[in-house]
């Protein structure tokens, strides 16, 4: 039973890999999602009857590798098509006019986004549910502004993989989060796509340098609940106190929220 539950699994990770892609998403991905979904409710019924003994499981965990295999031929031929390989190639060279034509070729939900004004990338402040040190943030907005922010893309990302990762930047300044970076118009002279899905800005390089980026820095902190944390007021103070003082010390700009 338990490995007819991991099979399944598996092809539903598969069917959400594989319907990241425009292909994907097409009628080729939706008669494998159906598949997908007749599958597992399959196993359900069974098992709410009782019925679901060896013979079956064993039947359905057949059809579960079966489809899973399908999943992951789709996936080899989107990324060994010419669109992508030559994505791959831009990505590399860094060719913005070839990424812009093709990145919406080949991910399902994204669109090139016009000239961005203002936009925001949050900046880690939490480490295991307790504030990181002051230095290391400060350190992490310098290394943004000199080296860059570092582009990430999984086998989930929505519009970027591993091969065509993307920074993710956002057009409003994400809630929740007391410390950000402001990137001012201008200061990206890259392309940007958009997910659709989303509202979330992709800038399919490497890297993206931000030499001009401000920081906004809460007053107070607001926590979600969901963080699960406990931070005291005067401890934030004093961290926020910190931080001020270290970006100061670097002259890097700070607005106070």
Do not use: C, N
Request: avoid cysteine; glycine fraction near 10%.
């Amino acid at each position: 039973m338990s490995e007819l539950e991991s099979a399944i699994a598996d092809a539903g990770a598969l069917l959400v890999r594989a319907q990241k892609y425009r292909r994907g998403a097409g009628p080729e991905g939706r008669a494998l999602g159906r598949e997908a979904l007749a599958l597992g409710d399959a196993a359900r019924r069974l098992h709410r009857h009782g019925a679901l003994d060896d013979a079956a499981a064993r039947a359905l965990l057949g059809d579960a590798r079966a489809l899973a295999g399908r999943l992951r031929g789709l996936v080899a031929e989107i990324r060994s098509g010419p669109d992508y390989r030559a994505a791959k190639t831009a990505h590399a060279a860094g060719d913005r006019a070839a990424l812009t034509r093709l990145l919406p070729a080949i991910f399902a939900g994204l669109e090139p986004a016009g000239a961005p004004s203002d936009l925001f990338a949050p900046v880690a402040w939490l480490r295991r549910g307790r504030l990181r040190s002051s230095t290391d943030v400060v350190a992490d907005v310098l290394a943004a502004r000199a080296e860059g922010l570092v582009a990430e893309g999984d086998d989930l990302s929505a519009g970027a993989d591993g091969d065509l990762p993307a920074v993710t930047l956002l057009a409003e300044p994400p809630p929740g989060e007391p410390i950000i970076l402001r990137v001012p118009p201008g200061a990206l002279a890259l392309h940007v796509h958009r997910l659709v899905d989303t509202g979330e800005l992709l800038v399919h390089a490497p890297r993206v340098v931000v030499p001009g980026a401000l920081v906004r820095l809460a007053r107070a902190l607001e926590l979600d609940e969901e963080l699960r944390v406990a931070i005291a007021p005067r401890e934030w103070e004093r961290f926020r106190d910190d931080v001020t003082a270290g970006l100061r010390g670097a002259a890097v700009p700070i607005e106070t929220v």
